[in-house]
Every structure is written in structure tokens, then in C-alpha cells.
């Protein structure tokens, strides 16, 4: 079991920025891929971020030079810097770990970015 809990939302103007965290913790080494997905209302879940154990990355084109992900092994934990955030940014940021056999996901974090 892999247990993820996402701190660093809030509420920032248009053109802010917040950096998001995601600690990890259980059984960490069947990790594969960490990721960052996000969902507004009535909105579906999207991916917004990913990263694998090489440290290789993916963005969608909607937030590709605003947001980057990053991870710090020793603290077995993963970040998203979110810059120039937009008032369509504003969604429920979940992170999510896959691992061999099972995926997993933390409660979200809540960014509202205000016009």
C-alpha cells in the first residue's frame, strides 16, 4: 500500500504561482510513476504532470513551460511549481502513484486562482 497526501493549495490571483507537494509513504519502492492530475467541476480528470523513477517527464500543452515537476528521493516527495497560473487552473490537484500492480491516489488539494 502506498499512502499520498497533497499540501499547498490555496487561493492566488491570475499570473501567481504555488508550488504543490506530495508526500509519499508505505510501500514507496513499487512505485513507478508519480503523476499530478487535476479535476474543476464538471470537468473531467486530467493529467497535468508526470514523472517516472528515471526522472523522465510529460506535460500536456495546456500548462507545458508553466508547470514543472520535480521529486526529492530523500523525502520521498513530489512537487509541482505551478507559474503564471490562469483562472482556468482552478481544480482539485490529486496526485496519483503507479506502481506494478496497483495505482493510488491522495485526497487533492484544492487551487482556486481568481481573475
Known amino acids: 500500500q502506498v499512502q499520498l497526501v497533497e499540501s499547498g493549495g490555496g487561493l492566488v490571483p491570475a499570473g501567481g504561482s504555488l508550488r504543490l507537494s506530495c508526500a509519499a509513504s508505505g510501500s514507496i519502492f513499487s512505485i513507478n510513476v508519480m503523476n499530478w492530475y487535476r479535476q474543476a467541476p464538471g470537468n473531467k480528470r486530467e493529467l497535468v504532470a508526470g514523472?517516472?523513477?528515471?526522472?523522465?517527464?510529460i506535460y500536456p500543452d495546456s500548462v507545458k513551460g508553466r508547470f514543472t515537476i520535480s521529486r526529492d528521493a530523500a523525502k520521498n516527495t513530489v512537487y509541482m511549481q505551478m507559474n503564471n497560473l490562469k483562472p482556468e487552473d482552478t481544480a482539485v490537484y490529486y496526485c496519483n502513484a503507479v506502481a506494478l500492480t496497483s495505482g493510488y491516489w491522495g485526497k487533492g488539494t484544492l487551487v482556486t486562482v481568481s481573475s
Open positions: 514523472i517516472t523513477s528515471g526522472g523522465s517527464t
